[in-house]
C-alpha cells in the first residue's frame, strides 16, 4: 500500500497543492495505524471495519470519516486499475456505525453580517477584503484566495467574479467552476482589491504560483471574527448564511445551486448552460 500512495500521489499530483499530498498521505497513515502496510491484495472488510473503528475512536466526525475512506479508496483503485489486477476494493460501501454526525454549521445572523461588513470598509485592508468578498458571495475561502485580478470583471453591465481552476488552487468539484455577480460589500471589496494591485494575485499575502495557504488564511480571519459573531460561526459559515438568505426571498434552489457551486441533482439540470448573469444579479 505504502508503493500504492506513491504512485498515486505521482499520477494524481501534478498541479495539485500540498494539501492534497499531505490527505493522502494522512488517510494511509491511519490506515497503518488501524492495520499495516501490506500487499493491497491482502486487505480485506475487517481491515477497513478496523479503520473506521480508529477513526471514530479518535473523535473524527461522520463526514472526515468518509472523507479519508474516500482517499483510501482512490488510492486502492488507482494501483488495482493501472496494475490490472482485478480486485474487489474492501473499502468500499464501508457502514459508519456509530460515528458522530458532528455539530451543525452555524449560519452567521443578519445582524453580524451587517456588523462584520461595516468594520471590514473601515479598516480597509487586505484582509478585510477577502472577508468581505465572501460575505456576500458565499465563496469558499480557498476559491477566494486563490483568485487573480483578471477573473474580476467589474466594467461589464453586471460586474462579476470568474471561479476558475488555476494550478495553485484547483477546484473543490465540477459545479465550482462558476460565475458570481458581484453585489453590495463584496462588489466594494473587488474595486478595492483592483485599485490597490500589487500582484497578478488578489490576495497575494495568502496565495502565489506555489499555492494557496487557505489554512492561514482561515486561522487569521476566525481569529477576527471571532469576538463578533455567535460561539461556532467561523469565516465558512458565511457561505451557509448565502444559502439562507437567498432561501428567505425564495430563490429558486436550482438559482442558489448555481450561484453558490453546489451541485444541483436532476438529470434535467444537465441541459443547458444555466442562468444568466442578470438573473442572478436579480436575486
Not at 112 to 141: K, P, Y
Not at 164 to 169: A, K, N, Q, V
Not at 230 to 253: A, K, T, Y
Request: one cysteine or more; aromatic letters at 10%.
Amino acid at each position: 500500500m505504502s508503493e500504492a500512495l506513491d504512485f498515486y500521489v505521482n499520477i494524481k499530483g501534478k498541479g495539485r497543492d500540498k494539501r492534497f499530498f499531505a490527505y493522502a498521505k494522512r488517510a494511509i497513515g491511519y490506515l497503518f495505524d488501524a492495520v499495516s502496510d501490506k500487499p493491497i491484495s491482502s486487505y480485506t472488510r475487517s481491515d477497513a471495519n478496523a479503520l473506521r473503528d480508529l477513526l471514530i475512536e479518535r473523535g473524527l466526525v461522520v463526514s472526515s470519516v468518509k472523507r479519508n475512506f474516500e482517499v483510501v479508496r482512490a488510492i486502492f483503485n488507482v494501483a488495482n486499475r493501472e496494475g490490472d489486477l482485478k480486485l474487489s476494493n474492501p473499502f468500499s460501501n464501508v457502514l459508519m456505525l456509530h460515528a458522530n454526525d458532528g455539530k451543525p454549521r452555524l449560519p452567521v445572523r443578519q445582524a453580524d453580517i451587517s456588523r462584520i461588513q461595516r468594520m471590514c470598509i473601515e479598516l480597509d485592508d487586505d484582509i478585510r477584503w477577502l472577508i468581505a468578498l465572501i460575505s456576500d458571495t458565499g465563496m469558499r475561502l480557498a476559491e477566494a484566495c486563490g483568485v487573480l485580478l483578471e477573473d474580476f470583471k467589474l466594467d461589464e453591465e453586471v460586474p462579476y467574479l470568474t471561479i476558475r481552476p488555476h494550478t495553485w488552487r484547483p477546484l473543490k468539484t465540477v459545479a465550482s467552476k462558476r460565475v458570481i455577480p458581484l453585489v453590495g460589500t463584496s462588489l466594494w471589496s473587488a474595486r478595492r482589491v483592483i485599485q490597490n494591485e500589487s500582484s497578478p494575485f488578489a490576495f497575494p499575502r495568502y496565495c502565489n504560483a506555489s499555492g494557496h495557504k487557505a489554512d492561514s488564511a482561515s486561522n487569521a480571519l476566525n481569529k477576527w471574527i471571532k469576538p463578533h459573531v455567535e460561539q461556532g460561526v467561523v469565516i465558512h459559515s458565511f457561505r451557509h448564511s448565502l444559502r439562507d438568505r437567498l432561501r428567505e426571498i425564495e430563490c429558486p434552489s436550482d438559482i442558489i445551486d448555481q450561484i453558490g457551486g453546489w451541485r444541483t441533482y436532476g438529470l434535467g439540470q444537465r441541459y443547458g448552460k444555466g442562468y444568466s448573469l442578470r438573473v442572478m444579479h436579480k436575486w
